[in-house]
Every structure is written in structure tokens, then in C-alpha cells.
């Protein structure tokens, strides 16, 4: 469980070294969304911390860095504005303990009914955010930067991301973005540049953090306020760390398990709420830095987070000296290689609807937050998708030598198709007996239980007699309602069986 997936002294250097160019990445983000939360900076960073960490020793995907995010920050702040900060500590043990349960109850499995246009939408909505997120840093006090100081801070961004994008053609000995990072500060402090640096943002030097059980009465009136906010936050940590896990999996080729991600996710959580942090989830941004810099083991995601603590109690100074600019260019080639350009050839080239979803989820990944737009895209695709097979409901009738009337039905019976379905009957002309078979079809919910139910009552009132015929075990189960109306043959039935999930 606790493997950290090197098995030679090459992989450690190269796993540590990924590591360090993530907890570098990792500074100033986890201090902005800190005050976009409205806390202290150090709240932010000890949520990256220990999120980081523990979600990196018990999550499912190998690899796949976690810390403060803004998606679940953006939630926080009400929370905090109206109760204080001790409120979000117990928000954010309660949240763990929800995602914990639904790893235990191996919820993880359902990532999969997500449409792969809506992860399309989602990877290039957060690519977008992840952009517009890095230009307040060519802000100060909300204005431009003066046109010298402009011109400075887009030259070093794009040295920046010229070593990245070069130098693994001349070695890979070193992560191309550390060395990018290392080389800008180097020449900012070299030649005395006067640009923004992560010191200018807030001071990272801090302290171990403590063990701190929240600070609020133990009691309904509580639970029933940080409740709502804490199904919330599961749920958007959950549905973004299940979704890049997804990602990273497309990446590496690889499988991670759903199902372990939730419990780690969860632990992380629960732990980083009693330790003074603000909760979090996985980061698609740092997860591709990682990724792309050869980080594929625990060990990266472990080391990042260390670097990151030792950051705050031994090195703050040094980490406060480096260039915004710098950063910024790392999250720039991040965001270049995250958004999914081949979607933009293909849009005219799939369905109508499959590119209406992808456009709607980017869209309101951006103007909402990603747990709105996945939900958002998965109905719409369930309702297409529902649209569509409900025109596929059709019969073949014929009668047979002992005068019964026969439908072969073809196509599933559930809610969207019922009408349909009603309207495929005779019962006026039809002689008295009559069959349905359901040899090519099947029973879906309740809204084809009482169709069934209805039509059967039809024959009865007109004095005929309906047969069910070639039923699945499942659809006899759920027609016990039709009682002494129907009457089922179940020979030669056709098996269904519902999808296993061992490995999530």
C-alpha cells in the first residue's frame, strides 16, 4: 500500500527532482487561493502540505499531485465570511469523512458514466481557468503594470517557457521546468531585474502545523451549517480528483482506482481540517507538471509535498526571491499542453450535440465551477442520449396459427420510449389473446412498469388477455406490480447482468 513505485537509483533522483518543480509550483498557488478563501496564507499552504502528502501516500493514482484548489476555495469563502475560520476547519473534517464514505461504498465507479465530451469540456474549461488564474500576476493593485515592468515580465514568461520547451532536445538529466525556474532567478538576481516575486505575494515562513480540533460547539445547530458546504466541497473534490485521475490515466497508459482515490482524498482531508488547513484536491496543473517532468510514482507527489514544508520552515527567503514570472511561464506550458487541441479539428467532424456538451462544459467550467459543469454536461448527454433511443422502440407484429396476436418489440422500454411504446398497440382491432415478446427488448424503470401496467388494463377492460413473453430475471423482478394482470413465460429468457467494479 505504502510502495513508492522506484526500483533504481535513477527513478528516485528523477521522482525527487519532479517533486521539487511541483512544490515550487505549488507556492504560490495554494497562497492565492488561500485568499480567495479568505484566510491566512499559511492555511493555504499547509492544506497543499498535507493534502499533498497524505493523498499522495493513500490516494489511487501514483503520480497525481493534490493541494489547495480554487474550485473548492471559491465555496469556502461564505463560509468563512459568515462564521469564521474555525467553521472551515470542521467543513473540511466533515468533508473528508464524506469522501471516505463514498470510497467505502466504492461510489468511485460512477467517473466512468461520464461522457467523454464532458471530459473534453472539462480538461480545456480548466485549462482556460488555469490561464486567466496567471493574469493577475501582470497585475499590481489591480492595474497594468507600468509598460516597462509589462514588457520585462512577458520577456522572462517567455524565456521561461522557451527552456522548458528546449532544453529536454539537449538533456533530461533535470526537469525542463526546474531548470527554467532556477536559470530566470538566477538571471532576475544576477542582473538586479526589478519584476514581481513570490515575497511579494505574502511571507511563506511559518511553523510545523499543529493539531487543532475546531474550535465550535459540538452540536446540530453547527452540523446543520457546515453540512451543506461540506457535501459541496466532497463533491467537487471528489468529481475533479476523479476526473484528472482519468486524465493522468489517458497520459501514463496506466489505471488508477477510483474508488482508493476517494478514501485517500478523504483521509487527506480530514486530517489537514484537524491540522489548521483548508482542504483540497487534486490539481490537474501541478499533476501535469509532474507528469510531464517524469514524475510517475508516489514518491514525486511525497517529495513535493516535503519540499513544500521545508519551503515553510527552512528556505522561505529563497522560495520568496524567485520571479513570478518564472511560475507563471511553468503554468503558461501547462496550460498549452493541458487544453485538448484536437478538439477544436474534430468539432465539426462529431455530432452536433457532442460538441454543443464539450463547448457548454468548457464554458461553465469557466464561469461557474467544474462541479456544475460536469454535472451540467452529464445531463444533457443523459438526455440526449435518452432522446435518441427513445425513437429507437419499434414492434413486428404477426399472428400465429391459434389466433394470438404476436409483437416482437425491439429497443429498450424506460421513460423516454414509453409513449412511444403505447402507441405501437391495437387494442380496439386486436384479436383476444395477445403477446408481447421481449426477446429483443427490455424493462427499465418504473415509468415502464406502469406503461405495461396501463396497457394490460386496456386489454382487460376490453376483455382481452395479455402475455409477457421471453422476459430477463430483472425485468420479472420488477413487474411483481402488474400481479395477476400479465402473464410471464420465462423460457429460453435472455441473461442481463449489471457491470462489475472490482479494480475501482
Same mark, same amino acid.
Given at each position: 500500500?505504502?510502495?513508492?513505485?522506484?526500483?533504481?537509483?535513477?527513478?528516485?533522483?528523477?521522482?525527487?527532482?519532479?517533486?521539487?518543480?511541483?512544490?515550487?509550483?505549488?507556492?504560490?498557488?495554494? !497562497?492565492?487561493?488561500?485568499?480567495?478563501?479568505?484566510?491566512?496564507?499559511?492555511?493555504?499552504?499547509?492544506?497543499?502540505?498535507?493534502?499533498?502528502?497524505?493523498?499522495?501516500?493513500?490516494?489511487? &493514482?501514483?503520480?497525481?499531485?493534490?493541494?489547495?484548489? +480554487?474550485?473548492?476555495?471559491?465555496?469556502?469563502?461564505?463560509?468563512?465570511?459568515?462564521?469564521?475560520?474555525?467553521?472551515? #476547519?470542521?467543513?473540511?473534517?466533515?468533508?473528508?469523512?464524506?469522501?471516505?464514505?463514498?470510497?467505502?461504498?466504492?461510489?468511485?465507479?460512477?467517473?466512468? /458514466?461520464?461522457?467523454?465530451?464532458?471530459?473534453?469540456?472539462?480538461? $480545456?474549461?480548466?485549462?482556460?481557468?488555469?490561464?486567466?488564474?496567471?493574469?493577475?500576476?501582470?497585475?499590481? +493593485?489591480?492595474?497594468?503594470?507600468?509598460?516597462?515592468?509589462?514588457? /520585462?515580465?512577458?520577456?522572462?514568461?517567455?524565456?521561461? /517557457? #522557451?527552456?522548458?520547451?528546449?532544453?529536454?532536445?539537449?538533456?533530461?538529466?533535470?526537469?525542463?521546468?526546474?531548470?527554467?525556474?532556477?536559470?530566470?532567478?538566477?538571471?532576475?538576481?544576477?542582473?538586479?531585474?526589478?519584476?514581481?516575486?513570490?515575497?511579494?505575494?505574502?511571507?511563506?515562513?511559518?511553523?510545523?502545523?499543529?493539531?487543532?480540533?475546531?474550535?465550535?460547539?459540538?452540536?446540530?445547530?453547527?452540523?446543520?451549517?457546515?453540512?451543506?458546504?461540506?457535501?459541496?466541497?466532497?463533491?467537487? +473534490?471528489?468529481?475533479?480528483?476523479?476526473?484528472?485521475?482519468?486524465?493522468?490515466?489517458?497520459?501514463?497508459?496506466?489505471?488508477?482506482?477510483?474508488?482508493?482515490?476517494?478514501?485517500?482524498?478523504?483521509?487527506?482531508?480530514?486530517?489537514?481540517?484537524?491540522?489548521?488547513?483548508?482542504?483540497?484536491?487534486?490539481?490537474?496543473?501541478?499533476?501535469?507538471?509532474?507528469?510531464?517532468?517524469?514524475? &510517475?510514482?508516489?514518491?514525486?507527489?511525497?517529495?513535493?509535498?516535503?519540499?513544500?514544508?521545508?519551503?515553510?520552515?527552512?528556505?522561505?527567503?529563497?522560495?520568496?526571491?524567485?520571479?513570478?514570472?518564472?511560475?507563471?511561464?511553468?503554468?503558461?506550458?501547462?496550460?498549452?499542453?493541458? #487544453?485538448?487541441?484536437?478538439?477544436? &479539428?474534430? /468539432?465539426?467532424?462529431?455530432?452536433?450535440?457532442?460538441?454543443?456538451?464539450?463547448?457548454?462544459?468548457?464554458? !461553465?467550467?469557466?464561469?461557474?465551477?467544474?462541479?456544475?459543469?460536469?454535472?451540467?454536461?452529464?445531463?444533457?448527454?443523459?438526455? $440526449? #442520449?435518452?432522446?435518441?433511443?427513445?425513437?429507437?422502440?419499434?414492434?413486428?407484429?404477426?399472428?400465429?396459427?391459434?389466433?394470438?396476436?404476436?409483437?416482437?418489440?425491439?429497443?429498450?422500454?424506460?421513460?423516454?420510449?414509453?409513449? $412511444?411504446?403505447?402507441?405501437?398497440?391495437?387494442?380496439?382491432?386486436?384479436?383476444?389473446?395477445?403477446?408481447?415478446?421481449?426477446?429483443?427488448?427490455?424493462?427499465?424503470?418504473?415509468?415502464?412498469?406502469?406503461?405495461?401496467?396501463?396497457?394490460?388494463?386496456?386489454?382487460?377492460?376490453? $376483455?382481452?388477455?395479455?402475455?409477457? &413473453?421471453?422476459?430477463?430475471?430483472?425485468?420479472?423482478?420488477?413487474?411483481?406490480?402488474?400481479?395477476?394482470?400479465?402473464?410471464?413465460?420465462?423460457?429460453?429468457?435472455?441473461?442481463?447482468?449489471?457491470?462489475?467494479?472490482?479494480?475501482?
Amino acid at each position: 500500500m505504502f510502495r513508492l513505485g522506484c526500483t533504481s537509483r535513477a527513478c528516485v533522483q528523477n521522482e525527487i527532482l519532479s517533486g521539487l518543480t511541483v512544490a515550487l509550483a505549488l507556492v504560490p498557488e495554494a !497562497v492565492a487561493f488561500a485568499f480567495v478563501a479568505g484566510v491566512d496564507p499559511l492555511v493555504g499552504l499547509y492544506a497543499a502540505f498535507m493534502v499533498g502528502l497524505l493523498a499522495s501516500i493513500f490516494g489511487g &493514482r501514483p503520480g497525481m499531485i493534490s493541494g489547495a484548489t +480554487g474550485s473548492m476555495a471559491v465555496v469556502m469563502v461564505a463560509l468563512v465570511a459568515q462564521h469564521g475560520v474555525e467553521y472551515l #476547519f470542521a467543513t473540511v473534517v466533515l468533508t473528508g469523512l464524506l469522501q471516505i464514505s463514498a470510497g467505502v461504498l466504492k461510489l468511485g465507479k460512477y467517473i466512468r /458514466m461520464v461522457p467523454y465530451p464532458v471530459m473534453l469540456g472539462f480538461v $480545456n474549461g480548466l485549462a482556460i481557468v488555469i490561464f486567466l488564474a496567471q493574469l493577475q500576476h501582470f497585475q499590481v +493593485g489591480g492595474e497594468w503594470m507600468s509598460a516597462d515592468k509589462l514588457w /520585462m515580465f512577458i520577456g522572462l514568461t517567455l524565456l521561461t /517557457m #522557451f527552456i522548458i520547451q528546449y532544453l529536454p532536445r539537449l538533456t533530461t538529466l533535470v526537469p525542463s521546468s526546474l531548470a527554467a525556474i532556477v536559470t530566470i532567478s538566477l538571471v532576475v538576481i544576477g542582473f538586479g531585474i526589478n519584476t514581481n516575486t513570490v515575497g511579494d505575494l505574502a511571507s511563506i515562513e511559518g511553523g510545523l502545523p499543529s493539531f487543532h480540533i475546531p474550535d465550535v460547539p459540538f452540536n446540530l445547530e453547527t452540523l446543520w451549517i457546515i453540512l451543506p458546504y461540506a457535501i459541496i466541497l466532497a463533491a467537487i +473534490g471528489l468529481i475533479e480528483s476523479l476526473l484528472t485521475l482519468s486524465l493522468i490515466d489517458d497520459v501514463t497508459n496506466t489505471r488508477g482506482r477510483g474508488n482508493r482515490e476517494c478514501v485517500g482524498q478523504g483521509i487527506a482531508n480530514t486530517a489537514t481540517g484537524l491540522f489548521g488547513g483548508m482542504g483540497g484536491c487534486a490539481m490537474i496543473g501541478q499533476s501535469m507538471i509532474n507528469v510531464n517532468s517524469g514524475g &510517475r510514482q508516489r514518491l514525486s507527489g511525497i517529495a513535493a509535498a516535503l519540499f513544500l514544508l521545508m519551503f515553510i520552515l527552512f528556505t522561505s527567503g529563497l522560495i520568496e526571491a524567485i520571479p513570478m514570472a518564472a511560475l507563471v511561464g511553468v503554468m503558461f506550458m501547462v496550460v498549452l499542453g493541458t #487544453f485538448e487541441w484536437s478538439s477544436l &479539428r474534430i /468539432m465539426g467532424k462529431i455530432p452536433r450535440t457532442d460538441a454543443f456538451v464539450l463547448i457548454l462544459v468548457s464554458a !461553465v467550467t469557466v464561469f461557474t465551477d467544474l462541479a456544475v459543469a460536469v454535472i451540467v454536461g452529464v445531463i444533457v448527454s443523459a438526455l $440526449n #442520449f435518452a432522446w435518441e433511443h427513445a425513437k429507437h422502440i419499434n414492434v413486428k407484429s404477426y399472428i400465429q396459427e391459434n389466433g394470438s396476436k404476436v409483437y416482437e418489440l425491439n429497443g429498450p422500454l424506460f421513460f423516454g420510449s414509453v409513449k $412511444n411504446f403505447l402507441d405501437l398497440f391495437d387494442t380496439e382491432n386486436d384479436p383476444d389473446d395477445v403477446i408481447i415478446e421481449f426477446q429483443n427488448s427490455r424493462v427499465a424503470d418504473h415509468s415502464a412498469i406502469e406503461a405495461i401496467d396501463n396497457l394490460a388494463d386496456k386489454y382487460l377492460q376490453a $376483455n382481452k388477455t395479455l402475455h409477457l &413473453r421471453h422476459l430477463s430475471p430483472e425485468c420479472r423482478m420488477l413487474l411483481k406490480k402488474a400481479g395477476n394482470l400479465v402473464e410471464v413465460n420465462v423460457l429460453e429468457d435472455p441473461r442481463y447482468h449489471v457491470a462489475d467494479d472490482e479494480l475501482a
